[in-house]
Each structure stands twice: as C-alpha cells, then as structure tokens.
C-alpha cells in the first residue's frame, strides 16, 4: 500500500473525522472508505458514458469483472451495449452470420 501525502480542505478534515467516528474507524480507514466510494462513482459515470469498457472499469476498481458489474448495478447503472450489438456478438461467438 502506498502512502500519498495530501493536504484537506478544513470542510474534507471534518467530513473525514464525522466517517470515522459514526463507523468507529481511525481517520486512515475513513478516508480509504470515502476515496473508494468517490472511485466507485467515477468509475460509473465514465462507464455509463460509454467512455471506458467493463474491462477498463474492472481495472480501475482492481476487482474482478462479476464485481464490477455488480457496483456498477449496485450504482444504477445499466450495461452500454445495444440489443443489436449482443446479438452480434453472440452471432460470433456461434460463428454464424
């Protein structure tokens, strides 16, 4: 794990120690949770954009691609792909026209 000093904004600083004492978390662990969840909304935006893959959203959340679809769900957040492109897909895989 590595280590990236930061300097808060006083709003950040207390929004950090109100998490960490209403979960009884140290103030490190508050802010993983915080940063996880901002890095879980990110991630959902760019992926309901069409801007980054299922694959490319699996490796910036560092989790398999069943998790991701499941945060993803979990955001409200639906698959990008047409019915048309599932078809053709599927239609590759049968490798038929």
Do not use: C, F, K
């Not at 901002?38 to 959902?44: P, Q, S």
């Amino acid at each position: 794990m590595g280590v990236i000093p930061v300097r808060l904004p006083e709003a950040l600083e207390r929004a950090v120690d109100r998490v960490a004492a209403q979960d009884g978390l140290d103030r490190s662990t508050a802010l993983r949770r915080l940063l996880n969840i901002g890095l879980d909304h990110y991630v959902a935006q760019r992926y309901a954009a069409g801007e980054i893959s299922l694959r490319e959203a699996a490796d910036w959340l560092g989790v398999t691609l069943r998790e991701t679809m499941d945060r993803l769900e979990a955001a409200g957040v639906t698959g990008n792909l047409t019915v048309g492109e599932v078809r053709a897909a599927l239609s590759d895989l049968r490798g038929r026209p």
